[in-house]
Protein backbone atom coordinates (compact mmCIF):
# COMPACT_ATOMS: atom_id res chain seq x y z
CA UNK A 1 0.00 0.00 0.00
CA UNK A 2 0.90 3.69 -0.02
CA UNK A 3 0.50 6.39 2.21
CA UNK A 4 -0.08 10.07 0.81
CA UNK A 5 0.13 13.22 2.68
CA UNK A 6 -1.39 15.94 0.19
CA UNK A 7 -1.02 19.67 1.30
CA UNK A 8 -2.82 22.10 1.79
CA UNK A 9 -6.02 20.66 2.73
CA UNK A 10 -8.25 23.28 2.01
CA UNK A 11 -7.74 27.34 0.92
CA UNK A 12 -9.77 30.60 -0.15
CA UNK A 13 -7.29 31.87 -2.81
CA UNK A 14 -8.49 35.89 -4.68
CA UNK A 15 -8.81 35.74 -8.56
CA UNK A 16 -5.45 35.78 -10.11
CA UNK A 17 -3.37 33.97 -8.02
CA UNK A 18 -1.66 30.78 -7.70
CA UNK A 19 -1.75 27.85 -5.73
CA UNK A 20 0.74 24.96 -5.03
CA UNK A 21 -0.37 21.63 -3.74
CA UNK A 22 2.00 18.94 -2.74
CA UNK A 23 2.04 15.59 -2.48
CA UNK A 24 4.42 13.25 -0.33
CA UNK A 25 4.26 9.80 -0.90
CA UNK A 26 5.47 7.15 1.70
CA UNK A 27 7.51 4.84 -0.61
CA UNK A 28 8.74 5.26 -4.50
CA UNK A 29 5.64 4.91 -6.81
CA UNK A 30 6.09 4.50 -10.62
CA UNK A 31 2.86 6.17 -11.51
CA UNK A 32 1.49 9.69 -10.02
CA UNK A 33 -2.04 11.34 -11.25
CA UNK A 34 -3.42 14.89 -10.39
CA UNK A 35 -7.51 14.86 -10.67
CA UNK A 36 -10.41 17.52 -10.25
CA UNK A 37 -13.17 16.62 -8.85
CA UNK A 38 -16.15 19.13 -8.78
CA UNK A 39 -19.31 18.63 -6.90
CA UNK A 40 -21.48 16.08 -7.64
CA UNK A 41 -19.06 14.90 -10.73
CA UNK A 42 -16.82 12.47 -11.18
CA UNK A 43 -13.22 12.63 -10.87
CA UNK A 44 -11.01 14.38 -13.68
CA UNK A 45 -7.48 13.26 -14.50
CA UNK A 46 -5.50 16.20 -15.38
CA UNK A 47 -2.52 15.01 -15.96
CA UNK A 48 0.22 12.14 -15.15
CA UNK A 49 3.17 13.55 -13.17
CA UNK A 50 6.43 12.12 -15.03
CA UNK A 51 9.45 11.66 -13.05
CA UNK A 52 12.28 13.73 -14.55
CA UNK A 53 10.14 14.93 -17.64
CA UNK A 54 7.30 17.09 -18.63
CA UNK A 55 4.02 15.89 -17.38
CA UNK A 56 1.60 14.50 -19.72
CA UNK A 57 -1.62 16.19 -19.52
CA UNK A 58 -5.16 15.41 -20.80
CA UNK A 59 -7.69 17.19 -23.36
CA UNK A 60 -8.49 20.65 -22.11
CA UNK A 61 -5.54 20.99 -19.25
CA UNK A 62 -2.26 22.87 -20.50
CA UNK A 63 0.92 23.03 -19.18
CA UNK A 64 0.83 27.00 -18.34
CA UNK A 65 -2.60 26.72 -16.33
CA UNK A 66 -1.58 23.75 -14.31
CA UNK A 67 1.94 23.05 -14.15
CA UNK A 68 3.55 20.14 -12.81
CA UNK A 69 6.53 18.81 -11.24
CA UNK A 70 7.88 15.76 -9.99
CA UNK A 71 11.49 15.75 -9.00
CA UNK A 72 12.01 12.05 -8.12
CA UNK A 73 9.97 9.32 -6.83
CA UNK A 74 8.04 10.58 -4.12
CA UNK A 75 6.99 13.59 -4.60
CA UNK A 76 5.20 16.00 -6.88
CA UNK A 77 3.15 19.08 -7.19
CA UNK A 78 0.68 20.88 -9.09
CA UNK A 79 0.06 24.86 -9.52
CA UNK A 80 -3.18 26.08 -10.28
CA UNK A 81 -2.04 29.81 -11.97
CA UNK A 82 -4.12 32.47 -12.63
CA UNK A 83 -6.61 31.53 -10.86
CA UNK A 84 -10.62 32.09 -11.53
CA UNK A 85 -13.63 31.08 -9.91
CA UNK A 86 -13.98 28.04 -12.02
CA UNK A 87 -11.15 26.51 -10.52
CA UNK A 88 -12.99 25.95 -7.18
CA UNK A 89 -12.84 22.32 -7.02
CA UNK A 90 -11.07 19.45 -5.05
CA UNK A 91 -8.02 18.68 -6.05
CA UNK A 92 -6.72 14.98 -5.57
CA UNK A 93 -2.99 13.25 -5.98
CA UNK A 94 -3.18 9.68 -6.65
CA UNK A 95 -0.49 7.27 -7.11
CA UNK A 96 -0.34 3.05 -8.68
CA UNK A 97 2.42 1.46 -7.58
CA UNK A 98 2.81 0.13 -10.90
CA UNK A 99 1.29 0.50 -14.40
CA UNK A 100 -0.07 -2.94 -14.63
CA UNK A 101 -3.59 -3.27 -15.60
CA UNK A 102 -5.48 -3.87 -12.23
CA UNK A 103 -3.47 -1.82 -10.21
CA UNK A 104 -5.46 -0.32 -7.50
CA UNK A 105 -4.93 3.74 -6.93
CA UNK A 106 -3.90 5.13 -3.65
CA UNK A 107 -5.44 8.91 -3.33
CA UNK A 108 -4.22 11.73 -0.82
CA UNK A 109 -7.22 13.60 1.31
CA UNK A 110 -7.37 15.81 -1.45
CA UNK A 111 -7.23 19.69 -1.68
CA UNK A 112 -10.61 21.72 -1.64
CA UNK A 113 -10.30 24.77 -3.29
CA UNK A 114 -12.37 28.23 -3.18
CA UNK A 115 -11.55 31.08 -5.47
CA UNK A 116 -13.10 34.17 -5.15
CA UNK B 1 -17.42 8.66 -26.82
CA UNK B 2 -17.22 6.60 -23.75
CA UNK B 3 -19.19 6.81 -20.62
CA UNK B 4 -20.02 5.28 -17.72
CA UNK B 5 -23.83 5.32 -16.49
CA UNK B 6 -24.61 5.20 -12.36
CA UNK B 7 -27.79 5.81 -10.42
CA UNK B 8 -27.12 9.55 -9.04
CA UNK B 9 -28.16 8.80 -5.28
CA UNK B 10 -29.85 5.79 -3.48
CA UNK B 11 -31.36 5.42 -0.09
CA UNK B 12 -31.51 2.15 1.85
CA UNK B 13 -32.37 1.23 5.16
CA UNK B 14 -29.56 -0.16 7.86
CA UNK B 15 -29.57 -3.92 8.10
CA UNK B 16 -30.57 -4.38 4.71
CA UNK B 17 -29.15 -5.33 1.10
CA UNK B 18 -28.56 -2.67 -1.75
CA UNK B 19 -27.25 -2.83 -5.19
CA UNK B 20 -25.66 -0.32 -7.19
CA UNK B 21 -25.36 -0.47 -10.88
CA UNK B 22 -23.14 0.53 -13.38
CA UNK B 23 -23.30 0.52 -17.21
CA UNK B 24 -20.48 1.46 -19.26
CA UNK B 25 -19.59 1.79 -22.97
CA UNK B 26 -16.01 2.54 -23.45
CA UNK B 27 -13.54 1.60 -26.05
CA UNK B 28 -11.74 -1.32 -25.47
CA UNK B 29 -11.59 -3.34 -21.48
CA UNK B 30 -8.98 -3.97 -19.23
CA UNK B 31 -11.14 -3.85 -15.83
CA UNK B 32 -13.31 -2.40 -13.59
CA UNK B 33 -12.81 -0.56 -10.47
CA UNK B 34 -15.42 0.14 -7.35
CA UNK B 35 -14.26 2.85 -5.13
CA UNK B 36 -16.03 4.15 -1.96
CA UNK B 37 -15.60 7.77 -0.88
CA UNK B 38 -17.01 9.37 2.16
CA UNK B 39 -17.85 12.96 2.28
CA UNK B 40 -15.06 15.08 2.05
CA UNK B 41 -12.61 12.35 1.89
CA UNK B 42 -10.34 10.67 -0.94
CA UNK B 43 -11.79 7.45 -2.77
CA UNK B 44 -10.69 3.84 -1.22
CA UNK B 45 -10.20 0.71 -3.02
CA UNK B 46 -13.32 -1.50 -2.80
CA UNK B 47 -13.04 -4.01 -5.43
CA UNK B 48 -11.61 -4.90 -9.35
CA UNK B 49 -13.47 -6.58 -11.94
CA UNK B 50 -11.89 -8.12 -15.15
CA UNK B 51 -13.33 -11.22 -15.64
CA UNK B 52 -16.99 -12.13 -15.75
CA UNK B 53 -18.94 -13.13 -12.58
CA UNK B 54 -19.16 -12.35 -8.98
CA UNK B 55 -16.05 -11.37 -6.75
CA UNK B 56 -17.46 -11.47 -2.87
CA UNK B 57 -15.78 -9.45 0.12
CA UNK B 58 -17.20 -10.01 3.06
CA UNK B 59 -20.10 -7.88 3.08
CA UNK B 60 -19.11 -6.49 -0.07
CA UNK B 61 -19.59 -8.39 -3.66
CA UNK B 62 -19.16 -6.90 -6.95
CA UNK B 63 -20.40 -8.61 -10.18
CA UNK B 64 -19.52 -8.05 -13.80
CA UNK B 65 -20.75 -9.23 -17.24
CA UNK B 66 -18.56 -7.84 -20.01
CA UNK B 67 -20.53 -9.12 -22.48
CA UNK B 68 -23.82 -6.34 -21.41
CA UNK B 69 -21.32 -3.41 -19.98
CA UNK B 70 -22.63 -4.45 -17.12
CA UNK B 71 -21.22 -4.56 -13.12
CA UNK B 72 -22.50 -3.97 -9.55
CA UNK B 73 -21.87 -3.35 -6.45
CA UNK B 74 -24.02 -5.52 -3.61
CA UNK B 75 -23.23 -4.19 0.09
CA UNK B 76 -25.22 -6.55 2.46
CA UNK B 77 -26.05 -6.32 6.30
CA UNK B 78 -25.88 -2.05 5.64
CA UNK B 79 -24.70 -0.32 8.62
CA UNK B 80 -24.68 3.50 8.41
CA UNK B 81 -20.93 3.89 7.89
CA UNK B 82 -21.55 2.77 4.40
CA UNK B 83 -23.05 6.02 3.92
CA UNK B 84 -20.82 7.45 0.65
CA UNK B 85 -20.56 7.85 -2.81
CA UNK B 86 -19.46 4.96 -4.99
CA UNK B 87 -17.49 5.43 -8.19
CA UNK B 88 -17.25 2.73 -10.17
CA UNK B 89 -13.91 2.91 -13.06
CA UNK B 90 -13.07 1.47 -16.12
CA UNK B 91 -9.83 0.77 -18.17
CA UNK B 92 -10.11 0.77 -21.12
CA UNK B 93 -7.75 -0.42 -23.97
CA UNK B 94 -5.26 2.46 -23.57
CA UNK B 95 -5.33 1.35 -19.74
CA UNK B 96 -6.84 5.02 -19.26
CA UNK B 97 -9.32 5.52 -16.43
CA UNK B 98 -12.89 6.43 -17.26
CA UNK B 99 -14.40 7.39 -14.30
CA UNK B 100 -18.28 7.18 -13.26
CA UNK B 101 -19.79 10.43 -11.40
CA UNK B 102 -20.70 8.17 -8.48
CA UNK B 103 -23.42 6.57 -6.54
CA UNK B 104 -24.60 8.75 -3.03
CA UNK B 105 -25.99 6.38 -0.83
CA UNK B 106 -27.91 7.35 1.75
CA UNK B 107 -28.57 4.68 5.03
CA UNK B 108 -31.65 5.43 7.20
CA UNK B 109 -32.13 4.20 10.21
Known amino acids: SAVISQKPSRDICQRGTSLTIQCQVD?????MFWYRQQPGQSLTLIATANQGSEATYESGFVIDKFPISRPNLTFSTLTVSNMSPEDSSIYLC?????????????FGSGTQLSVL | GQNIDQPTEMTATEGAIVQINCTYQTSGFNGLFWYQQHAGEAPTFLSYNVLDGLEEKGRFSSFLSRSKGYSYLLLKELQMKDSASYLCAVKDSNYQLIWGAGTKLIIKP
Open chain 1, 94 to 106: SVALSPSGNEKLF
Open chain 1, 27 to 31: SQVTM
